[in-house]
């Protein structure tokens, strides 16, 4: 799964995921894309699932692109644990997402079957998405 090699900090706080995507909202690398439609955090066994999903559909055919890196620590304290006595320990990644990003793009298959497969993908995501093609 997806996790950064190094960090420079352990832990970071939780952060508020205001306004509209500036950056990644334009498909480069594919021909059709997974857009984002609303602001959430997407965790990297998340990513992960909806990878695979895409894949199994396409059937190892084109090429699939992930426009999203799990960089941002997620904290917890062992269940059945007092309150208090510091912040909980690192369990996983995250990938906070703004409005407009693009998350996924395929390309080198049929469009109907790329669409169809990323169809598959946003079932496995937290957050509203909608199906992009790219404008000739």
């Known amino acids: 799964m997806l996790s ?4 420079k900090f352990r832990k ?6 205001k306004g509209k ?11 059709v894309g997974l857009k984002a439609l609303e602001p959430g955090k997407i965790t990297n066994q998340q990513i992960e699932a909806a990878r695979v999903a895409m894949m199994r559909h ?31 320990s690192p369990v996983g990644w995250c990938c906070p997402v703004k409005p407009g990003k693009i998350l996924y793009e395929i390309k080198g298959v049929d469009i109907n079957l790329a669409k169809e497969a990323l169809k598959r993908a946003s079932y496995k995501l937290p957050i509203k998405t909608a199906i992009v093609e790219k404008e000739m």
């Open 4 to 7: 950064p090699k190094k960090v």
């Open 58 to 88: 396409i059937k190892r055919g084109g090429k699939v692109f992930i426009r999203i890196f799990p960089d941002k620590p997620i904290t917890a304290k062992p269940a059945e644990t007092r309150q208090g006595k510091g912040k909980g």
């Open 12 to 17: 970071q706080q939780k952060g508020r995921i």
């Open 21 to 31: 995507a500036t950056r990644g909202t334009e498909i480069n690398f594919g021909d």
